[in-house]
């Protein structure tokens, strides 16, 4: 593993079913996130975590979870998927050890809820 | 309300020089970062700014005034693979990033 990962790459997924987007990153980390993207807009966080052990709500959490058990993994759940979600989302890390804070992005997952 | 704002859409020629805008209104400051991000593709990092004035990276350049709540980002030489969508964000007061909608950098021959 090489930066971030996120699987699955693309997604079609019926309205009420439950999906989990996974994110792993190899370096180390102790800062990481979700954001969605949709067409117009900016950048939306949906939840974040500054280390293991902890997390919070970003601008958008509203029928979305996380966790986050150890310092690679942080997956983002949808509990019952409703096609206002349909976006792509992506998971970032940041080493956040002080003002500058560069985040790294995994490769994006592309979600269609029907 | 925080907001950032940028043009929707830039068009520029190949070899030129192109200067894409960002304002912003965040609620604290703690620096303003740019992101390149081609179709389809994840953001990459640019640029950070924190205190007024250039930074220069090679054929990109970003300027800050944090009294105008202004920043730009300066590209040069341009070549058909600057096409892409240049992101601002701003990191806020909690240390985390307000994103503007993006700029699409149309190139042309």
């Known amino acids: 593993i090489a930066g971030i990962t996120q699987a699955p790459t693309s997604q079609i997924l019926a309205a009420g079913r439950r999906m989990t987007l996974r994110c792993t990153q190899d370096m180390r980390h102790n800062a990481m996130y979700w954001y969605r993207q949709d067409l117009g807009l900016g950048l939306r966080l949906i939840h974040y975590s500054n280390t293991a052990g902890t997390t919070g709500k970003g601008e958008v959490p509203d029928g979305y979870s996380v966790s986050r058990a150890n310092t690679d993994d942080f997956p983002l759940t949808l509990a019952s998927a409703v096609p206002s979600q349909t976006s792509v989302y992506f998971c970032a890390s940041s080493d956040a050890g002080g003002n500058y804070n560069e985040q790294f992005f995994g490769p994006g997952t592309r979600l269609t809820v029907l | 309300g925080q907001n950032i704002d940028q043009p929707t859409e830039m068009t520029a020629t190949e070899g030129a020089i192109v200067q894409i805008n960002c304002t912003y209104q965040?609620?604290?400051?703690?620096?303003l970062f740019w992101y390149q991000q081609h179709a389809g593709e994840a953001p990459t990092f640019l640029s950070y700014?924190?205190l007024d004035g250039l930074e220069e990276k090679g054929r990109f350049s970003s300027f800050l005034s944090r009294s105008k709540g202004y920043s730009y980002l300066l590209l040069k030489e341009l070549q058909m693979k600057d096409s892409a969508s240049y992101l601002c964000?701003?990191?806020?007061?909690?240390?985390?990033?307000?994103w503007g909608a993006g700029t699409k950098l149309i190139i042309k021959p």
């Open positions: 965040t609620s604290g400051f703690n620096g």
């Open positions: 964000a701003v990191m806020d007061s909690n240390y985390q990033l307000i």
């Open positions: 700014n924190v």
